[in-house]
């Protein structure tokens, strides 16, 4: 293989990894702060990009991608609302069917309200012929603007987790639950919050990768399976592992193609997953506290 | 055995033949179709209660293993071993009924394996698989077990929709009837849809005929302790990991042997049986019936794949198992088909009554 | 001759030393209490014993044969049965069915028997039946056998939590604290019957913080602190010991 095709499967494997990771974060942070996995992570980004394509038909595109991310967020404060907030006690088996069944009516929903047709966002700069010659290697500048909105959100939720009053609320409720409550953290709405946060980057992820990969509404269990794939592999929790694990995912995953027939691309994510599971389950940066589940 | 043990069964028994005789009399047999059918699907959910509802471990794959009964034995039936037909050990084969000539729709001599080989082989094959997968996915818990179940069975599906000998995207057809006496065979024949039915549903009954005794069984109380307190369990000389194996492999087997059944009656088979979603439903109707409620279990198995399949549900056939999901975990996480607290109350009131006496806890 | 033999167990637990270089051995037939303050590691050494914990160093010998590093169902099949601190009763069975379970180590119907309900099993199930409600009956419970395990008080959890324990025919029985929660007419009926326990033959480690009961129970007595064995007994010795005086009531006392 030339030095330029592995540049550009490095290229292709940062990029998707760069959303897995994204993705990842999603779940870390509804699970950091509730102790859920929300199995409808995946459907968040689908319906930020179904929602951006739909008024970027009569908006410009900033404003439609904005306006995109607030609905979302808005949908995932509508999830928290509705189906989360009154449950009392409920066992690990009841979350995961919940967050199940939610993922499926989202999609179903987006099913009725658009179709089943793939459509994507137009290419934020140029045009899908435009391409950035790179050390051999071509890429597309929507790449710069997938790598560059994951590095944008990891910054900003950095600061936003260590220096703002909310953020520092939401990590002392995935700490102790009791110990916030007693503190006066209202500690029901940092879980809606959590979700919206998780569902506002998720369809920021949603709008930048839409040119590239094509929106569907079922495109959004697969990523999902990815995301937690990641969010395992880097440590269940730890968001900034996650970003190193989904580069890692990526750039394997993009590999394996010079190996594998491409119709078997996903199943070498899924087979990291269940490696990690069977071997360690709290991640390749996590330890075995990480690895015991937290308690909703 | 006192006969109130088996009494649901016996009432299932009679409700079946109620229902063939009703539908035959009004002229509307073509619901037997689909009734026998989800008959099938329900073979699924009974030995999915008995692992989600008794041993307390999820599965999100199951639908794996019936696409890996399934598609086993439509491959290994629809292949032609003309080659393999020579020589002295296709001359057994041949000799002892294990394969037969046969021909094609166009005419041309074909060698057949026999169904009951075929169904031999994909038991196997699923319980060799289940014993490979549930030793090291056993040992998780709650979300990474619900996890790798649903990697398992992605992956599952993923082979099968990829594979040419799978048949790819088009999935397997044209396979023949698997023939059990020489009057009849399960196929979609019109001929013998009455027949098939009953078949169907004695399976079904078959398989609750097991799962009941089992669970009144010695392994059953142990099941059910597992599922109350592992380390307590553990502590009392329960062997957890091997029982959680094996009731993962029979659930995996009923599953298989669905698959197989329903491959055969339909003719043939396709990759959205092995789908997620498909797992999904088998989940949502154990969970509609009453996580350990083998009897709701069948009757929600029977009732949704029914409405589904005779496509009452119209495009909405995934949304509504989705809402069935989320409005049962909500509102009735016991189960809609569990008896309420309200009705046990009235009837034990009636029963101390009954008995004259004015204490509540018996 | 020792039934149970410890030697240099050593567990410890990220920073904490919670077992520390102990040893003692049980005879067999005797009532062996063990005290200390709270953390002195007794939960732990129990964990250890029954294999819910393996030991880091140490050996643990019962009845001549190596136990430590094994898993607990494996122990408990040997003849060590426990009963826990915080009971732990399986919630959506009856109270004959938790018993029931007990019986389970002494019993052979598999799933193939299971499934197909032969008539090989039938008499095991009477006989399984018939060792829970003797055992009910033994700790006076009987009457409960019907009932829902998780609605029971509290005194009449732990009986039955007892009575599952004793159903496996134990050679050695942990007690974790078994008088926990229990008023002083319930800790002098729990004395009777660990007496009546040890009538039955079954050698008894007993974990207790009243002071009362392991002082009229016990044939001797092991004090751990902070995870040593620092005494070692017969109950009046181990009163007057001035180095346990010391560790339950400070130094002004001794």
Redesign the interface.
Known sequence: MSCALVLQYLLSGITSGGIYAIVAIGFNIIYNTTGIINFAQGEFVMLGAMTAISFSAWMPLPAAIAAAVIITSLVGALVDMVFIRWLKRPTVLHMIIITIGISILLKEAALHIWDEKVRSLPYFTGNECSSIAFFGAHMSPQVLWVLGTCALVVLLLTLFFKYTLLGRSMRACSANRTASVLCGINVKNMVTFSFMLSAGIGALAGCVISPLTQTQYECGTPLAIKGFTVAILGGLGNSAAAVTAGLLLGIIEALSISLLPVAFKDVVAIGILLVILFFKPSGLFGNKEAGRLKEF | ?SLKRYLPIITLSVLVVAVQVAVSLTGQAFYLTQLTMAAYYTVVAVGLCML?GYA?Q?S?GHAGFFAIGGYTSAALTTADFSNASHGWLGHALIKTGCMAAAEDLYGAHLVRLNPWVACLAAITATVIIAYCIGL??L??????L???T???G??IS??V??TKVFGGADGISGVPPFTITATFGVCGEMQYRIPNYYFAWAVVICAAL?MH??VN??????L??I???E??????????ARYKL?VFV?SAVFAALSGIFLTHYNGGIGPSEAS??KS?RY??IV?VGG??NLWGAIAAGAGLNFLSLRGYFG??D??V???????T??FA?QGLLVKPEWLAGITAFFRSSARGRGNG?? | MALLEIEGLNRAFGGLQAVSNVGFSVSAGMIKGIIGPNGAGKTTLFNLISGLTAPQSGSIVFDNKPIHGLPPHEIAGRGIIRTFQNIKLFAKMTVLENVMIGVHRNSQAGFFSGLFNTPRCWPEEIRIRRKALDMLDFLSVAHLAGCDASGLAFGQQRHVELARALAAQPRLLLLDEPAAGLNMRETEQLGIVIGKIRDLGITVLLVEHDMSLVMNVSDEINVLCFGRMIAEGKPREIQKNPEVIKVYLGDDHA
């Not at chain 2, 040992?139 to 990474?144: A, D, F, N, T």
């Open positions: 055995m989600m307390g999820i999100l090291p996915v040992r998780l818990k709650g979300h990474y619900a996890m790798a649903l990697g398992f992605s992956i993923k082979i929709v990829g097991l005794n089992l069984s010695r392994v059953g109380r142990a059910r302790a599922h109350g307190n380390e307590a369990a553990r502590a009392m000389g329960i062997d957890t094996n029979l997620i979603m999904v989940v949502a969970a996580m350990a495009s909405y995934e949304a198992f989705g809402l069935i999901l989320t409005a975990m909500l996480p806890a018996s």
